[in-house]
C-alpha cells in the first residue's frame, strides 16, 4: 500500500480520478484498490467509481455502488450522480 493515512484517500481518488480521465482503467483500478470500501460509498468517490465500473462493463456493480452511496447535500454532486444513474440505465436497457 501507498498510503496509509486517512487524508491520503483524497490523494488516491485523485489519482484514480487522472487515470480514468486518460482512460487508463488498468492504473484506475489500482489506485480505486488502494481505497477502503467503506470510503466507496462516499458520492464522490461512488460516481467516478461507478463510471469506472460502467467503462469495465461491469454495470450491476455500478449500480450497486451508485445505489449505496451516502448522498451529500453537495448539488453538483447530486446532478453528477443523476448523470451516471443515466448512463447507467442507459447501458442496462
Known sequence: QVFR???DIDVMFSFANIAL???DLTLAEKWFKEIPNDYKK???IAITYSLYLIKKG????AQ???AE???SQVP???EMSTKA??????RLS
Open 5 to 7: 493515512g486517512k487524508k
Open 21 to 23: 480521465y486518460q482512460n
Open 42 to 44: 462516499r458520492e464522490d
Open 58 to 61: 461491469l454495470l450491476t456493480q
Open 64 to 66: 450497486t455502488v451508485l
Open 69 to 71: 452511496r451516502e448522498r
Open 76 to 78: 453538483q454532486l447530486t
Open 85 to 90: 444513474e443515466k448512463i447507467l440505465r442507459t
